[in-house]
């Protein structure tokens, strides 16, 4: 599977701490082997991982391409985002 990075995930990488970036690497590697497991509520096209108790992947898989939109380190980062759809 082939996996893209968007230039908003790319930036929450590069602001992330070591251990946060060595746990997203995990991440992403275990879901190009594992169907993605949670769909997104309100009808958005996306799929999340969770990474720890705060930290998640936004993605979505289209023609056996993995596509990492973002890379929240922070729960509030995150709903800030996912409060933006509803």
């Given at each position: 599977m082939k996996i893209l990075?968007?230039?908003?995930?790319e930036k929450e990488y590069n602001t992330a701490d070591k251990t946060l970036k060595k746990l997203f690497?995990?991440?992403i590697k275990k879901m190009t082997?594992?169907?993605?497991?949670?769909?997104?509520?309100?009808?958005l096209p996306f799929n999340v991982e969770q990474v720890t108790k705060q930290?998640?992947?936004i993605y979505k898989i289209e023609n056996n391409?993995?596509?990492?939109?973002?890379?929240?380190t922070t729960h509030k980062e995150y709903e800030k985002w996912y409060k933006s759809f509803k």
């Open positions: 990075i968007t230039e908003n995930a690497k995990k991440h082997t594992i169907p993605p497991r949670k769909h997104l509520k309100f009808g930290a998640r992947i391409t993995l596509y990492i939109l973002h890379l929240f």
